[in-house]
T-cell receptor, first 117, second 111 residues
Framework: AQKITQTQPGMFVQEKEAVTLDCTYD???????LFWYKQPSSGEMIFLIY??????QNATEGRYSLNFQKARKSANLVISASQLGDSAMYFC??????????????FGQGTRLTINP | GAGVSQSPRYKVAKRGQDVALRCDPI?????LFWYQQALGQGPEFLTY????????KSGLPSDRFFAERPEGSVSTLKIQRTQQEDSAVYLC?????????FGPGTRLLVL
């Protein structure tokens, strides 16, 4: 069964607009972590933001915020004031189990975001 | 500080050839992971080290794949008798605890 689902293969957004990238997940664990990574055409996976399952507040990092809805098992990434440099593949990933266990990440299929000038 | 580095960045191999891919993690990071990313897909887990101990190798697709981290720092992923289906980007990540930081990957093309 797919553990991470990203339903948007591609998104096109005008520069300076906000964009929401969808991610739903499936787990029976109580302790887990959710990550978003950006992968530009150069290939490197760049860490953007992290949300722990017990975190009560939504995570924010600069222009990035994570809309965490635990009951719906969704962890959408919101990018405010998009820039041309935001054009890239975006991956949602989940770590099952506590942080101390250094568990592997399970990734979604990704969303290709294109920012138009 | 220096990030995760991988070498070579690109590797072309003839089918049946052995290849070795190197990963230099961020200094002091205890955990090291290898992932395989096929074209147009998300990365898939291969194996995990904590220091020099390989604690999880459940993602290695066959016994042709072997990974080591003998001194708990640099790691090498070796693929023996490469096949065309091994063509992918191989990503290495290191972690102090929690967040994984990735290297630029090695793009392997098997002809």
């Amino acid at each position: 069964a797919q553990k991470i689902t990203q339903t948007q293969p591609g998104m096109f957004v005008q520069e300076k607009e906000a964009v929401t990238l969808d991610c739903t997940y499936d787990t029976s664990d109580q302790s887990y972590g959710l990550f978003w990574y950006k992968q530009p055409s150069s290939g490197e996976m760049i860490f953007l933001i992290y949300q722990g399952s017990y975190d009560e507040q939504n995570a924010t990092e600069g222009r990035y915020s994570l809309n965490f809805q635990k009951a719906r098992k969704s962890a959408n990434l919101v990018i405010s004031a998009s820039q041309l440099g935001d054009s890239a593949m975006y991956f949602c990933a989940m770590r099952e189990g506590p942080t101390q266990g250094a568990q592997k990440l399970v990734f979604g299929q990704g969303t290709r975001l294109t920012i138009n000038p | 500080g220096a990030g995760v580095s991988q070498s070579p960045r690109y590797k072309v191999a003839k089918r049946g050839q052995d290849v070795a891919l190197r990963c230099d993690p961020i200094s002091g990071h205890v955990s090291l992971f290898w992932y395989q990313q096929a074209l147009g897909q998300g990365p898939e887990f291969l194996t995990y080290f904590q220091n020099e101990a390989q604690l999880d190798k459940s993602g290695l697709p066959s016994d042709r794949f072997f990974a080591e981290r003998p001194e708990g720092s640099v790691s090498t992923l070796k693929i023996q008798r490469t096949q065309q289906e091994d063509s992918a980007v191989y990503l290495c990540a290191s972690s102090p605890r929690g967040t994984q930081y990735f290297g630029p990957g090695t793009r392997l093309l098997v002809l």
